[in-house]
C-alpha cells in the first residue's frame, strides 16, 4: 500500500525544501512540477529556485493533469508533488478554459457569473482529480509527498470568487488531510508532525 504524506504551511514557510529533505537525494524520485505556467518575472524566479535546489537524480514532470495517471505508470521510488495549491488552480483554468475558451477577459467575466450550483460542479471536477491521485497512490508500492499552502491562515481576499476558490482550497487541504498518512505543518522553517 502506498503512502501519502502532506506538507502543508504559509508562502515561504520553507515547506518545499522540508518535503525534499523527506527524500532519497540519490534516489530515483519523481519531482511533479504544476507550476508548468509562470507568466512573470517574479514567479520564473520562484520555478528557478526550486529547480537549483531540486537533485540531480530526481526526474522533472511539469504537468498538472493527468497526475494519477503519471503515478501509475511511473517506476519511480516516490513522487514529490509540488504544489497541491498550483495544480488545483491550474486544473481550475483548465476547466475554465475547455468552457469558455482561450480569452482570458471572457473566463475572468464568466468566472463571475458562476452560480452556485456551477461552482459545486467545478468543485466536484476538482475533489475527483484528487481522488483519482489518492487511489493510485494507495494502490501502489510508492509514497507520495504532497506540499500544499495552508491557505486559510492568510488575508481575506477582497472579492467572491476569491474567498470561494480560498474555500475550495481549503476543502483540498482537507482531503489531502485526510488521506494522508502523514502531515507536517511548517511555519517560520520548523516542521510539526500534526498526523
Known amino acids: 500500500m502506498g ?10 514557510s520553507g515547506k518545499s525544501a522540508f518535503a525534499e529533505g523527506l527524500l532519497d ?21 520562484r520555478v ?5 535546489r531540486r537533485s540531480n537524480y530526481w526526474q ?11 503515478i501509475d505508470q511511473s517506476h519511480a521510488s516516490a513522487h514529490l508533488l509540488d504544489c497541491a495549491t498550483m495544480l488545483t488552480t491550474n486544473y481550475f483554468f483548465y476547466l475554465m478554459k475547455k468552457r469558455f475558451g482561450d ?25 475527483a482529480e484528487w481522488h483519482k491521485i489518492f487511489m493510485v497512490t494507495q494502490k501502489s508500492s510508492v509514497k ?6 495552508e491557505v486559510g491562515l492568510g488575508i481575506v481576499p477582497e472579492n467572491p470568487f476569491s474567498r470561494w ?19 507536517f505543518l511548517v511555519i517560520a522553517g520548523i516542521p510539526m508532525k500534526i498526523k
Request: with cysteine; proline share 0%.
Open 3 to 12: 503512502e501519502i504524506i502532506l506538507v502543508t504551511g504559509g508562502a515561504r
Open 25 to 45: 537525494r540519490k534516489a530515483k524520485i519523481s519531482y511533479i512540477a504544476t507550476n508548468c505556467t509562470a507568466q512573470d518575472e517574479e514567479m520564473k524566479n
Open 48 to 52: 528557478f529556485l526550486h529547480q537549483k
Open 60 to 70: 522533472t514532470n511539469e504537468t498538472f493533469l493527468n497526475v494519477a495517471d503519471l
Open 103 to 127: 480569452d482570458f477577459q471572457l473566463i475572468d467575466k464568466k468566472i463571475a457569473e458562476l452560480s452556485e450550483e456551477e461552482k459545486a460542479e467545478i468543485e466536484d471536477k476538482i475533489l
Open 144 to 149: 507520495l509527498v504532497v506540499v500544499s499552502n
Open 165 to 183: 476558490f480560498r474555500d475550495v482550497l481549503g476543502r483540498v487541504n482537507q482531503a489531502l488531510g485526510k488521506e494522508a498518512n502523514t502531515a
